[in-house]
């Protein structure tokens, strides 16, 4: 079994992959979402994890692999202990140095958040070039591949969520409100009024950025939404046409396939040298 952690600011993603006979990784057999705290230990982790899977008849010594993208790198070293403590492995960090086989054409390589690289690896395996992920979490994150499977670039501007805090934080007379869409553009209520500017106010701010890339990339680009809001935001976007929620997770499968195939043709050698060995002593 394959073990894959999508960290983020708000929510921890947690998958769980099949493995194939040859090292290669299967099907997706369950996902979990728990929040990410900064405060949480390697043996919190631990007996989480632990649990989460028992529940899906897992034991920990299934897990012959681990592939984690962390946009909290505080947390990182907390990870790999968690990893090491409770698996025995050695956890696959997406970070400068591991192949991706996704060429990142920016000023500064480096500072591109494992998640970025994640969802840009999935959308051209799944969807090819060029195409436009637009991430809706804790940030709304705009990502671009081109043609040729290559990150060209892209945007951040605040999640939907944020702006909301934001506005509650800095007007104390506003109450809270649900994020969800309106049913109607002119509010007749405060609560209304909310809404509207919430909800309206992003999808315009998605679709109006949206706009000026594919005019830039072409009219045959692709937009694909993925994130805990995806579905939210997408269903009245004028250009996103796919909602992928499992994308990132896609995107670490293919990074862990792609690290570790120098080791399965490794073990594929070692066993036919064994065969033959076999044989030649029958």
Not at 103 to 110: A, H, Q, S
Not at 140 to 153: A, M, P, Q
Not at 160 to 185: D, G, M, Q, W
Not at 217 to 237: D, M, N, P, Q
Request: hydrophobic residues 45%.
């Amino acid at each position: 079994m394959l073990l894959v952690l999508n960290v983020n600011n708000t929510n921890t993603v947690i998958a769980l992959y099949g493995v194939t006979p040859e090292g290669l990784t299967a099907g997706l057999r369950a996902t979990w979402r728990i929040s990410t705290r900064q405060g949480q230990t390697a043996d919190e982790y631990g007996i989480l994890v632990r649990s989460l899977l028992q529940s899906e008849g897992v034991e920990s010594g299934a897990i012959r692999g681990i592939v984690i993208a962390s946009v909290v790198p505080p947390i990182d070293w907390i990870l790999r202990q968690f990893c090491e403590r409770y698996f025995n492995q050695k956890p696959l960090f997406i970070e400068p140095g591991v192949k991706t086989g996704l060429p990142i054409l920016t000023d500064n390589p480096g500072e591109v958040g494992a998640d970025r690289v994640a969802n840009c690896v999935g959308a051209f395996h799944l969807y090819g070039g060029p195409t436009i992920v637009v991430d809706l979490g804790t940030a709304t994150n705009f990502d671009v591949v081109s043609r040729k499977g290559e990150f060209l670039g892209g945007a951040i501007a605040p999640g939907l969520n944020i702006s909301a805090e934001a506005l509650f934080a800095r007007a104390a007379r506003l109450p809270r409100v649900e994020i969800r869409r309106p049913a109607k553009i002119i509010g007749t209520n405060t609560v209304d009024n909310l809404q509207i500017g919430l909800f309206w106010g992003h999808i315009g701010l998605v679709d109006s950025i949206l706009e000026r890339m594919i005019a830039e990339l072409g009219t045959e680009t692709k937009c694909v939404a993925t994130g805990g809001l995806a579905h939210l935001i997408a269903r009245e976007s004028k250009y996103i046409t796919e909602v992928n929620e499992m994308l990132t997770l896609e995107g670490l499968r293919l990074i862990y396939d792609r690290n570790h195939a120098g080791d399965r043709n490794r073990a594929a050698r070692s066993q036919a040298e064994a065969a033959k060995t076999r044989a030649a002593g029958a």
